[in-house]
């Protein structure tokens, strides 16, 4: 049972175009979501997070956009860099569980292209 | 300022032996979560521990595997008559207190076991 689910193994974006990653829930307990980016041979980093009682949050060239009906939230990088190239996994956690308990997505790798 | 130390970073284990996964916190953090990533798939919840206490193992296998993070030294993820089905990346986590796992929270860089 994927409560946290990323469709989209894989993608790739020009250097200087937008990113979206996208990612779906099933769980309606989830209220708090955060995006991974992840290395090859190296533990995730936390990179962006959204709480339930908002529908957007910027930094920077990430902006993640939660839409509670739909059960969608999704990663907007741009501009696109190289550097930008890892798997970026979506996560969440509900208020009414252990709060630093996450449920990740399979993840999506993304390839920034020059 | 020290990250999350993850020792060994590869351990390669014949089935039946016995696996000992470490995780050291940055300075500061008294919480510790395991997570296990089985190839293709995401990071899955195995355990959150406090010093001495474990808060939640509902991720934990019933049998074979155990946690502790005792008042010194670091955590220790064990896992006991290891099968080939064991072989994944377990990656720990560290927090300074109970809370969300956003910013405050920093992974290491994982131990990638492999079972022969």
């Known amino acids: 049972d994927q409560q946290v689910k990323q469709n989209s193994p894989s993608l790739s974006v020009q250097e200087g175009r937008i990113s979206i990653l996208n990612c779906d829930y099933t769980?309606?307990?989830?209220?708090?979501f955060l995006w991974y980016k992840k290395y090859p041979a190296e533990g995730p980093t936390f990179l962006i997070s959204i709480s339930s009682i908002k529908d957007k949050n910027e930094d920077g060239r990430f902006t993640v956009f939660l839409n509670k009906s739909a059960k969608h939230l999704s990663l907007h990088i741009v501009p696109s860099q190289p550097g930008d190239s890892a798997v970026y996994f979506c996560a969440a956690s509900a208020l009414s569980g252990t709060a630093s308990k996450l449920t990740f997505g399979t993840g999506t790798r993304l390839q920034v292209t020059l | 300022n020290a990250g999350v130390m993850q020792n060994p970073r590869h351990l390669v284990r014949r089935r039946g032996q016995e696996a000992r996964l470490r995780c050291s916190p940055m300075?500061?953090?008294?919480?510790v979560y395991w997570y296990r990533q089985l190839p293709e798939e995401g990071l899955k919840f195995m355990v959150y521990l406090q010093k001495e206490n474990i808060i939640d193992e509902s991720g934990m296998p019933k049998e074979r595997f155990s946690a502790e993070f005792p008042k010194e030294g670091p955590s220790i993820l064990r896992i006991q008559q290891v099968v080939r089905g064991d072989s994944a990346a377990y990656f720990c986590a560290s927090s300074p207190a109970q809370g969300r796992m956003g910013t405050e929270a920093f992974f290491g860089q994982g131990t990638r076991l492999t079972v022969v």
């Open positions: 300075k500061g953090h008294s919480h």
């Open positions: 769980n309606s307990m989830f209220d708090y």
